[in-house]
Each structure stands twice: as structure tokens, then as C-alpha cells.
């Protein structure tokens, strides 16, 4: 086996380039507790923060929480935004305004025509449309996706509001319908 990256945090599971279906960046009390559901509805995550402590955090909580280790920590940001299927779907959860401008620009520098960015936090309206439009130019798809619930809902099931085009959420859709709360017609989410 060849040695790990310096930035692949140690106590995970390593994967082989672009095996990770989905992307978590923002790994505070909301985003740990995503990615975790999504990791224990058995897909395969990569997790990424600007501070790797939160990575390593993340993880540590997979081995102790999960049975099937299906989440994978990342400290290298070009890194993480690699090891994801094509096209590529990033979920952010950092703080509304200008972090998620900068988180957006640190992703960009990796992503390719097609891929899609999910701003799962809490942001103003014209926001998401601007940085939408702004996308358009390097054809990155964008979209909001509101999640609701709290902490307990991000990890035990949220309800889900995503926003954007038809073909970023169909991409997304097998995961967040499993992920978000179930209810008797369904599950909370829908695009």
C-alpha cells in the first residue's frame, strides 16, 4: 500500500481518487452531524474544514458512532473536492455571508464544469442568487438547501429544502431523500 497523504487524516478509511459520492465542507455542529447521517445511510462521504482538528474530530465520531466506516476526513481541500464521483457534489455549512464566499472560492479553484455546490446553511436569498449567477461563468451548478431541525435533525434526519436547477438536485437526490426525516408520506425533502 502506498503511504497515506500528509493531509488524509490517519484514523480513516483511505479511498481511491473520486470514490467518495459526496462532499461535506464545514465540519461545525451542523455539518459533523450531516455528514454523519449521510455516512450512516452507507454513502460514502469525504469531510473537509478550514481548521483539520474539526476533520480529525469528525472522524473520530464516525469510528466511535458508525459500524460501517463510510466517511473519510480530508485536511487538503484539492484533496477532498478529488476524491468525489463526478459530477462532483459539495455540501457547505459554514457561516452565512462572507465565509461561505471564501469557502466557495477555495472550491472553485478544483472543481470542473458540472459540478455542484449545495449551500446548506443559513443565507440570505439575494445571496444564493448571486454566487448562482457568478457560477454560471465556469459552469458550476449552485444551489440553497435550507436544512432544518437543529443539530438532533441534522444527525437523526432533517427536513431539507433544496432550491436550484433540476439537474444539481437529481444528481443529490438519492442521498438527501434518505438522509432527511421520514414521515408518513415520504421523506422531508423535496425539490
Known amino acids: 500500500r502506498p503511504p497515506l497523504p500528509s493531509s488524509v487524516s490517519k484514523c480513516c478509511r483511505i479511498e481511491t481518487t473520486m470514490s467518495n459520492e459526496i462532499g461535506l465542507f464545514g465540519l461545525g455542529v451542523m455539518g459533523q452531524n450531516l455528514a454523519l447521517n449521510i455516512a450512516?445511510?452507507?454513502f460514502k462521504i469525504a469531510v473537509n474544514n478550514r481548521?483539520?482538528?474539526?476533520?480529525?474530530?469528525?472522524?473520530?465520531?464516525?469510528k466511535k458512532e458508525?459500524?460501517?466506516?463510510?466517511?473519510?476526513?480530508?485536511?487538503?481541500t484539492k484533496e477532498f473536492v478529488l476524491s468525489i464521483r463526478k459530477p462532483r457534489a459539495v455540501i457547505i455549512l459554514v457561516k452565512a455571508g462572507k465565509p461561505v464566499d471564501l469557502t466557495i472560492e477555495k472550491l472553485v479553484e478544483t472543481m470542473e464544469p458540472g459540478d455542484i455546490i449545495i449551500d446548506g446553511g443559513n443565507?440570505?436569498?439575494?445571496?444564493?442568487?448571486?454566487?448562482?449567477?457568478?457560477?454560471?461563468?465556469?459552469?458550476i451548478l449552485y444551489m440553497g438547501m435550507g436544512v432544518s431541525g437543529g443539530e438532533e435533525?441534522?444527525?437523526n434526519g432533517p427536513s431539507m429544502m433544496p432550491g436550484g436547477p433540476k439537474e444539481a438536485y437529481k444528481r443529490i437526490e438519492p442521498i438527501v431523500t434518505k438522509c432527511a426525516?421520514?414521515?408518513?408520506?415520504g421523506p422531508c425533502v423535496t425539490w
Open 40 to 42: 450512516e445511510k452507507g
Open 51 to 62: 481548521s483539520p482538528g474539526k476533520v480529525d474530530e469528525c472522524v473520530a465520531r464516525a
Open 66 to 76: 458508525l459500524k460501517e466506516q463510510t466517511l473519510t476526513g480530508y485536511h487538503d
Open 123 to 139: 443565507e440570505w436569498f439575494p445571496n444564493t442568487v448571486r454566487r448562482a449567477k457568478a457560477l454560471e461563468a465556469k459552469k
Open 153 to 155: 435533525g441534522a444527525r
Open 181 to 185: 426525516a421520514q414521515v408518513d408520506d
